[in-house]
C-alpha cells in the first residue's frame, strides 16, 4: 500500500516562496510518476505539476510552469515542489500524488497553502 506524506505548507506573503515535499512508501520504484495537485474552496482539485519516475521528465499546468517547480531526490520516493512567486490565488491545499504510466491512484492527506495580499 503505497502511503504519502506531505509537509511545508503554511502562510506566506504574495510574492514569497514556499517548498513543500512529500515523502512516499510502499510502491514500487521504476515507472512510477510523482505529481502535485491543488484544490482551493469550492473547486475541483486541478493538476499542478508532475514528474517521471527517472526525475528527466516533467510537466507543469500552464498557469504555474514559469513559478513552480517540481523535483525528486536520488532515492526517488521524495518528490518537492517549489513554489515560488505565490499570487493569492495560488491558496489551496495542495495534494501529493503517486501513480503509474502517467496514471495518478494514490493520494497524501493534503497541505494548507495560504497566500496573503
Known amino acids: 500500500q503505497v502511503q504519502l506524506v506531505e509537509s511545508g505548507g503554511g502562510l506566506v506573503q504574495a510574492g514569497g516562496s514556499l517548498r513543500l515535499p512529500c515523502a512516499a512508501s510502499?510502491?514500487?520504484?521504476?515507472?512510477?510518476?510523482m505529481g502535485w495537485f491543488r484544490q482551493a474552496p469550492g473547486k475541483e482539485r486541478d493538476f499542478v505539476a508532475g514528474?517521471?519516475?527517472?526525475?528527466?521528465?516533467?510537466w507543469y499546468s500552464d498557469s504555474v510552469k514559469d513559478r513552480f517547480t517540481i523535483g525528486r531526490d536520488n532515492a526517488g520516493f521524495t518528490v518537492y515542489l517549489q513554489m515560488n512567486s505565490l499570487k493569492p490565488e495560488n491558496t489551496a491545499v495542495y495534494y501529493c500524488?503517486?501513480?503509474?504510466?502517467?496514471?495518478?491512484?494514490?493520494w497524501g492527506q493534503g497541505t494548507q497553502v495560504t497566500v496573503s495580499s
Open positions: 514528474i517521471s519516475w527517472s526525475g528527466g521528465r516533467t
Open positions: 500524488a503517486f501513480g503509474y504510466y502517467g496514471k495518478f491512484d494514490y
Open positions: 510502499g510502491g514500487t520504484f521504476t515507472n512510477n510518476n
